[in-house]
């Protein structure tokens, strides 16, 4: 009976100088195979002129028997000794043959080579430095598009701006008519935990109205717009890239920053308002909701209390966030879609680094704003 593991056994060198190898068990990828290095340190100290192998109790193989034979063979050629096939199995030779029809192209081998910390460092710094760079060359051919389309120079066809602003504005009222409601509720709700151990109630309306107003509103909005917007435009422009579609603009002589770039850009900058505003009469709407049915007020309690605490200013500094978040989204989204590699893998990764990026300014961006409005006093 055979046995099921690999066996390797050196013999001595015969008086026609040939090294004898026996190969006895299972050479399979599940069982393993022994190392070399009993022949090759009885090659290097015999130095036999033959290689030859009994293989009368070899058991089952597969390519494992191959790839030993094949580090045999590298091996008899760097010290010069023939190695004799003639008693291998018919299968194992024609493999054999067939793999060193084709010879292996120079760097296709991997090998594991520890790069320095220091070397990461200074290739991740370098990767950084490229892409802001590239960023910045983005944003500066946006700045010269959106001239040219002051100066109704621009390239670009309004249907495509029409079906983007449908995209931006009309598909997305759900979704945000669900968040705002929500969060103008939870605020409300909060609230009403505080406020209710000191009696005051009715300031659950000035909390509610003057959070979404000035900041949750637009916060709120900008984020499901990165989410489902930036992410969108990402995902069209690294297919068109894939696709060679912007290749196929540039080759006519359209600049893909008019035409593809700008229309999301108005589009979104002319939406954000618009979804601010009616995210900001739901949030109210939702507060209305907690406050009315949970703390005894009456409606037009509430409504008086809410009028009363919004101001011209903080509706105004929602607006104005709005319309900047929704270029910084616009802006994320198409740079990396621009940014898209060849492949189809490309194209996701470059829709969930434009979610990344487009909340990261969101956030960056509306810190920066409360900073300027504290120094000015608004």
């Not at 056994?9 to 290095?37: C, E, K, M, Q």
């Not at 983007?164 to 968040?179: F, S």
């Not at 590699?341 to 300014?361: H, Q, Y």
């Amino acid at each position: 009976m055979l046995t099921q593991e690999p066996n390797l056994a050196v013999g001595r060198i015969a008086a026609d100088g040939a090294l004898s190898i026996t190969l006895s068990g299972a050479w399979t990828l599940r069982s393993g195979f022994p190392s070399a290095g009993p022949i090759a340190r009885e090659i290097a100290t015999s130095r036999p002129r033959s290689l030859v192998f009994d293989v009368r109790d070899l058991g089952a193989w597969d390519s494992a028997l191959v790839t030993f034979l094949r580090h045999l063979d590298a091996l008899c050629e760097s010290h010069q000794v023939a190695m004799r096939r003639d008693a291998l199995p018919v299968g194992v030779q024609r493999l054999l043959a067939l793999a060193e029809a084709v010879p292996e192209k120079p760097g296709v081998r991997r090998t594991s080579v520890h790069t320095p910390w220091i070397a990461r460092l200074g290739t991740t710094a370098l990767d950084l430095g490229a892409g802001s760079v590239s960023a910045v060359a983005f944003v500066g051919e946006v700045a010269s598009a959106t001239w040219r389309l002051m100066r109704r120079s621009a390239r670009f066809r309004i249907g495509d701006l029409a079906v983007v602003v449908q995209e931006c504005g009309v598909q997305a009222l759900p979704i945000v008519t669900l968040i705002s409601i929500l969060v103008g509720m939870i605020l409300a709700f909060v609230g009403a935990v505080q406020l209710t151990r000191f009696g005051a109630q009715i300031y659950v309306a000035d909390l509610v109205a003057i959070a979404v107003v000035r900041e949750m509103g637009c916060i709120m909005t900008g984020i499901i717009m990165a989410g489902r917007t930036g992410s969108g435009f990402a995902a069209q422009l690294g297919t068109m890239k894939v696709t060679q579609e912007i290749d196929a603009l540039t080759t006519l002589g359209l600049p893909s920053i008019e035409f593809l770039v700008l229309p999301r850009i108005v589009a979104l900058c002319l939406m954000m308002p618009i979804l601010c505003v009616y995210a900001d009469v739901l949030g109210i709407v939702g507060g209305a909701g907690v406050g009315v049915s949970m703390l005894d007020l009456t409606l037009v309690q509430y409504v008086r209390e809410t009028v009363a605490a919004i101001t011209l200013t903080s509706f105004a500094t929602g607006i104005a966030k709005s319309v900047f978040f929704g270029a910084l989204i616009a802006i994320a989204g198409c740079l990396r879609g621009m940014q898209c590699g060849k492949s189809s893998a490309s194209v996701g990764e470059a829709a969930t680094s434009a979610v990344v990026t487009g909340i990261v300014l969101i956030i960056a961006a509306d810190g920066l704003f409360a900073v300027l409005l504290n120094v000015l006093g608004i």
